[in-house]
């Protein structure tokens, strides 16, 4: 960390980087130009890693950052100041069952809120609106970490401007752990930062100064926005250096639109890799895959086994071509040529459109290491999914009076349209309309298991392990799920809580622009 210096009324944080850097490009095949060292988590500074033993005083603040050399272009961060070490947008990592204290100072020129995406917190604990933090003011975070082991995140969640200040940089990792996690981590000798890697994905628009620029136009808000520039853990076209081992990736999207059709690929080949956790942590055991949809607010954790590989392979991290089903209500196409509507979403630079084909990390095998570790049989222990009792609560996703809704309906602070009952046990049947686009659902203080998914496309189809048309994605305990045009989805759900009085929390759009424009709805919880 450098020094400080004011600009406009707010403190300019100065964060410095080593190496080289290149301008982030545009779409897969550049190889040459992947030489930026991939940021990974270290003991301070960008995603440093803070082991949280006691409160926190945190800020949401306006900050210089040069993703590109030389540029010291402008972002959004969360800072901590800790034991004589800075922390910029730090991971925090936490003990299952531990307590989670922290002040947030709001250091921004406008509202802001934190929201703990996939913790099971009370609603004054949960960033919705109503307890959103003006200017210049703090609030108070308490609550227990009720979770199981997992790779969750915090983001920025004021009303009709979540979209804005996660796009500006507002996001990082909360890593809950627990005695489960320690046994994987043990097995297969994982490190975090070193062999255990978490990557957040966003795709940004540079200006000529390097600085963040977020400017929908009305087309963008309906579409969501796209940016030209690929940033993995803010790293422009990054360089990861591996040994002959087995790998954990944590992957994030924290784009705000954007769906990733994630494969690692070597000499153009996907490979094959384990699918070993989704949003809510482990699932019991490991999964085969070849790629993977990973919608805006997922997570994935995935191992890579590069025992076989030779020291000078390249391995690469991609977003495959697809069709992303922009538009679905204004030019019905046939599925499969991401080309034409990949063109219509017209967001970012050229090649850059939402399913296009995208090179993400370059990742090269530079040293051989005896390794003999087997991927462990059983990873957790997951009760089955319970169907729920009583009546399927049904929820229509659509477009209409030129407005992304859900039932109909869009955001009311004040409104809560739907009521459900303190440890009730529920079905909710999500339906997208075919004339659509495609919606990650996201709920708040509750985690949920996929039942069913119905009506896909074909480029999700294949991808179904089961009968009930589940993806690897699908799997374990989930906070958040994509739905295609013309898809249902079915999710069970159980409202067991151990917080006093109603409870109201949010039900939206994960795609941040639809949020803004109002695709949420309350729920409240009956105490």
Same mark, same amino acid.
């Given at each position: 960390m450098g020094g400080v210096a004011l600009a406009g009324g707010a403190a300019w944080w100065y964060l410095r980087t080593t190496g080289e850097q290149h301008a982030p490009g545009a779409a897969a095949g550049d190889a040459g130009l992947f030489v930026n060292p991939l940021l990974v988590p270290g003991a301070s500074g960008p995603l440093g890693v803070i082991d949280v033993k006691g409160p926190l005083a945190m800020s949401a603040r306006a900050a210089q950052f040069p993703i590109l050399k030389g540029k010291p272009g402008r972002l959004l961060a969360y800072q901590v100041e800790q034991g004589g070490k800075s922390f910029v947008n730090p991971i925090f990592r936490v003990q299952s069952g531990a307590q989670f204290s922290a002040r947030l100072e709001n250091a921004l020129d406008e509202p802001t809120i934190v929201h703990w995406h996939g913790l099971k917190v009370d609603a004054r604990n949960d960033a919705h609106p109503q307890f959103q933090v003006a200017a210049g003011a703090a609030y108070e975070y308490r609550f227990p970490v009720a979770n199981r082991a997992g790779t969750y995140w915090y983001h920025p969640h004021p009303h009709r401007l979540t979209a804005k200040q996660a796009y500006l940089g507002l996001?990082?990792?909360?890593?809950?752990?627990?005695?489960?996690?320690?046994?994987?981590?043990?097995?297969?000798?994982?490190?975090?930062?070193?062999?255990?890697?978490?990557?957040?994905?966003?795709?940004?628009?540079?200006?000529?100064?390097?600085?963040?620029?977020?400017?929908?136009?009305?087309?963008?808000?309906?579409?969501?926005?796209?940016?030209g520039d690929l940033l993995v853990n803010l790293t422009p076209r990054p360089r990861f250096e591996a040994a002959t081992r087995i790998y954990r990736f944590r992957i994030l999207n924290g784009s705000n639109a954007r769906i990733y059709r994630l494969a690692f690929a070597k000499g153009g080949e996907p490979l094959e890799c384990h699918v070993i956790a989704t949003d809510g942590g482990l699932l019991e055991s490991a999964v085969k895959v070849r790629e993977a949809f990973l919608s805006p607010g997922e997570r994935v954790e995935v191992l890579l086994d590069l025992r076989s590989a030779r020291v000078g392979d390249t391995v690469w991290l991609k977003s495959l071509a697809f069709d992303p089903m922009h538009l679905e209500m204004e030019m019905p196409m046939e599925h499969g040529a991401p080309a034409g509507h990949a063109g219509m979403a017209g967001m970012g630079a050229p090649g850059l459109a939402d399913g296009a084909a995208i090179d993400l990390l370059r990742i090269d095998v530079a040293r051989k290491l005896a390794y003999d570790r087997p991927v462990p049989a059983v990873l957790s222990r997951l009760a089955p999914a319970q169907p729920g009792t009583g009546e399927v609560r049904k929820f229509a996703l659509e477009r209409t009076e030129d407005r992304w809704r859900i039932n109909g309906r869009t955001f009311e602070t004040d409104e809560a349209p739907v009521t459900v009952h303190r440890g009730a046990a529920e079905v909710w049947e999500l339906r997208? !309309?075919?004339?659509?686009?495609?919606?990650?659902?996201?709920?708040? *203080?509750?985690?949920?298991? +996929? @039942?069913?998914?119905? =009506?896909?496309?074909?480029?999700?189809?294949?991808? !179904?392990?089961?009968?009930?048309?589940?993806?690897?994605?699908?799997? *374990?305990?989930?906070?958040? +799920? @994509?739905?295609?045009? =013309?898809?249902?989805?079915?999710?069970?759900?159980?409202?067991?809580?151990?917080?006093?009085?109603?409870?109201?929390?949010?039900?939206?759009?994960?795609?941040?622009?639809?949020?803004?424009?109002?695709?949420?709805?309350n729920f409240k919880v009956q105490g």
């Open positions: 996001a990082s990792f909360f890593i809950v752990e627990d005695h489960e996690e320690r046994a994987l981590q043990k097995a297969l000798d994982l490190g975090f930062g070193a062999s255990d890697i978490p990557l957040v994905i966003q795709d940004k628009n540079l200006d000529s100064y390097g600085a963040l620029s977020y400017a929908p136009d009305d087309e963008q808000k309906v579409n969501g926005y796209v940016g997208n !309309a075919a004339r659509s686009m495609p919606h990650p659902m996201h709920l708040h *203080g509750f985690n949920f298991r +996929v @039942l069913e998914r119905r =009506g896909s496309p074909a480029q999700q189809e294949p991808l !179904a392990l089961n009968a009930q048309g589940l993806a690897a994605t699908d799997l *374990g305990w989930k906070d958040t +799920v @994509l739905l295609w045009p =013309g898809e249902t989805v079915r999710i069970a759900l159980d409202f067991s809580h151990s917080w006093s009085g109603d409870q109201t929390f949010l039900f939206h759009c994960h795609n941040l622009e639809h949020e803004d424009e109002g695709m949420m709805i």
